[in-house]
Every structure is written in structure tokens, then in C-alpha cells.
């Protein structure tokens, strides 16, 4: 069974402070990695699609990396506009996601 | 990516009555779509499969009578929640799959109360 676990569940930063969340995972045939931001009361919103354990890839103040274990994502100098749930997400062998719970980042002015 | 609206976007119905909730794809053509329900600081719990032209797979634990999908077209998928009882409360979510790497693309979700 694919599992997911992210950390922490909940992140407070000041604006401009760098930080990095955690995705931890176990998946028989990785498909993808992926991250997404949700707001509150919103669906999800692609951000990421990590293959192969070494990629990176970044936008704007986010840059997501993957080793075979875990992903991190990266948030430099945050703005209050941050704030959001993120969610991380494995593809395994059978094209559906399994999610983790998400980290609660609130980024305060 | 595939843009994906959702209907409604909130609604409140009695215990025991039936709710259909739409999910369109406005941008592309879906053979695939998913259903996920999320409870308050809780994952996306995936709870179908919705193919088009064929009957939905649902995930264990999921009651296919009560939760009835349908994927008549490539751009629309319906939920119906049959008999809705108050633990069907809950934010259910749509997604569509434009193929190859696995990437999901999400509406904006459906909020649902039964009292």
C-alpha cells in the first residue's frame, strides 16, 4: 500500500524567513511525485511533478527536490500570500494519487 | 493543464434526500476522472475512478449504490449522493486525468451539509 507522510503538520514563519516541508513516502512504482497548494475552501493547485530521485524544479519562491525516500519543498524569503496548505502526492503503479495530510504554512507580515 | 468547475459549489440538503454534484472539464477531453472526498483537516480520500462510457471503480470501503457516478460525455462527470445522511457531509472534490504522467488537475470543490 502506497503511504504518504508530511512534516510538520503545521508551519508558522515570519515573512521572509526560508523554510522547507517534508514529504516522506513509500510506493511500489513510483509515477510521480507531486505537490499542490490548497486554499481553504478551494480544490487543489498544481504546483510540481517530481520523477526521478536528483530533479529539482522551482517557481517562483518554491523549489521542490525528490530523493528515492523523500521530497522536500523549499520556500524562500515566503510572503503573507503563501499561506496555504500544502499537499504532497505519490502516482504509484496503478495511475491513482495517494496524499499526504499537508503542512499548514501560515506566513505572518 | 485541464481547467475543472464544479456544481454546485456549496449545498445544504435534509437527511434522506438524494444531491447531484457536476464536474465539468472545460478545456479538454476527459476519459478519466476521480472523485475524492476531504474531511476537515483531513487528506483527499479518493473515493472512484469515473470513466467515460463505462461504470465507475470505486475504492474500498465505498459504497457504490449510494454514491452513484456517471461519465455520460468527456467533459462532464456527475456525483450523486443518494439518501444523504449528516456523516455525508463532507468537501467532495473532482479531478481530471489528462493522461501519460499521472498529473491531476482539480476543480474547485463542492462543500456539502445534510442536516
Known amino acids: 500500500e502506497d503511504q504518504v507522510t508530511q512534516s510538520p503538520e503545521a508551519l508558522r514563519l515570519q515573512e521572509g524567513e526560508s523554510s522547507s516541508l517534508n514529504c516522506s513516502y513509500t510506493?511500489?512504482?513510483?509515477?510521480?511525485l507531486f505537490w499542490y497548494r490548497q486554499d481553504p475552501g478551494k480544490g487543489p493547485e498544481f504546483l510540481f511533478t517530481?520523477?526521478?530521485a536528483g530533479e529539482e524544479k522551482e517557481k517562483e519562491r518554491l523549489k521542490a527536490t525528490l530523493t528515492k525516500k523523500e521530497s522536500f519543498l523549499h520556500i524562500t524569503a515566503p510572503k503573507p500570500e503563501d499561506s496555504a496548505t500544502y499537499l504532497c502526492?505519490?502516482?504509484?503503479?496503478?495511475?491513482?494519487?495517494?496524499f499526504g495530510k499537508g503542512t499548514l504554512l501560515t506566513v505572518n507580515p | 493543464g485541464a481547467v475543472v468547475s464544479q456544481h454546485p459549489s456549496w449545498v445544504i440538503c435534509k437527511s434522506g434526500t438524494s444531491v447531484k454534484i457536476e464536474c465539468r472539464s472545460l478545456d479538454f477531453q476527459a476519459t478519466t476522472m476521480f472523485w475524492y472526498r476531504q474531511f476537515p483537516k483531513q487528506s483527499l480520500m479518493l473515493m472512484a475512478t469515473?470513466?467515460?462510457?463505462?461504470?465507475?471503480?470505486?475504492e474500498q470501503g465505498v459504497e457504490k449504490d449510494k454514491f452513484l457516478i456517471n461519465h455520460a460525455s468527456l467533459t462532464l462527470s456527475t456525483l450523486t449522493v443518494t439518501s444523504a445522511h449528516p456523516e455525508d457531509s463532507s468537501f467532495y472534490i473532482c479531478?481530471?486525468?489528462?493522461?501519460?504522467?499521472?498529473?491531476?488537475?482539480f476543480g474547485p470543490g463542492t462543500r456539502l451539509t445534510v442536516l
Open positions: 502526492a505519490v502516482g504509484g503503479s496503478n495511475y491513482k494519487l495517494t
Open positions: 479531478s481530471v486525468w489528462t493522461g501519460g504522467d499521472n498529473e491531476q488537475f
Open positions: 510506493v511500489s512504482g513510483l509515477r510521480g
Open positions: 469515473s470513466n467515460e462510457g463505462s461504470k465507475a471503480t470505486y
Open positions: 517530481l520523477y526521478s
